[in-house]
């Protein structure tokens, strides 16, 4: 396939390796995937590819997202209160990125990956929340009251849809933003020579109320 696609003229392949729950090579950190025990390390294999082809390889990243998690894996971060509540009070299953642990978890899968094997970057994907409803956990409360110095009455519906509905959009995707930046930091320091890439979405400025992403 590397063959075949630098034969074409492409020159980067950014292969979905990791999740936020599930990774397609050996990982220590995250849960690893049946492909791994079938068919071999993922992104050893194909950056060796990669290589012999010419090719650049950019680690694709979906962040926060546990869609093809383990259950077991999901059942753990819901127990902990690690997992995204909606604003109906419904659990999503989806890692809250205000949550230092999770916060740590995504840095240090990051590093493990570009660590893991000879790539030259890195892709987020999923570098958002869901939607406009999301996330109002008991953590986000409590962060979210510590920044702005006040507690929040009525809680998730003065967030949501009330009183502090702009601020509350607003520190949202300043978390998100907060996380890049953090990364960022990191790469530059263990990571110098890599690329940082992301997928966003393309209504902007829309897309910094409708699911926390302040790409610009």
């Not at 729950?21 to 993922?42: C, K, W």
């Not at 094997?117 to 890195?122: N, T």
């Not at 008991?138 to 009183?163: L, Q």
């Amino acid at each position: 396939t590397c063959r075949i696609l630098a034969d074409t003229g492409i020159n980067v392949i950014l292969p979905n390796v990791v999740w936020a729950g599930l990774a397609h090579y050996a990982s220590a950190i995250l849960p690893q995937s049946d492909n791994v025990t079938r068919y071999g390390d993922q992104l050893k294999d194909c950056a060796k590819a990669a290589r012999e082809s010419g090719l650049e390889i950019h680690v694709w990243k979906v962040c926060w997202n546990l869609g093809n998690a383990p259950t077991t894996f999901i059942a753990k971060m819901r127990k902990t209160g690690r997992t995204q509540i909606a604003a109906n009070g419904n659990a999503l299953n989806w890692l809250c990125p205000t949550h230092p642990e999770n916060i740590s978890l995504e840095l240090n899968s990051i590093n493990e990956a570009l660590a893991h094997a000879p790539v030259q970057g890195i892709h987020l994907d999923y570098i958002r929340y869901p939607d406009q409803s999301a996330c109002f956990c008991d953590g986000c409360r409590r962060r979210f009251e510590r920044d702005i110095g006040e507690s929040v009455a009525n809680w998730p519906k003065s967030a949501y849809s009330g009183k502090y509905k702009e601020s509350y959009q607003t520190w949202r995707s300043a978390q998100m933003t907060g996380f890049v930046r953090t990364l960022r930091r990191n790469m530059r320091k263990n990571h110098p020579n890599m690329r940082l890439s992301a997928a966003v979405y393309p209504e902007y400025p829309g897309c910094i109320t409708s699911i926390g992403q302040d790409w610009g």
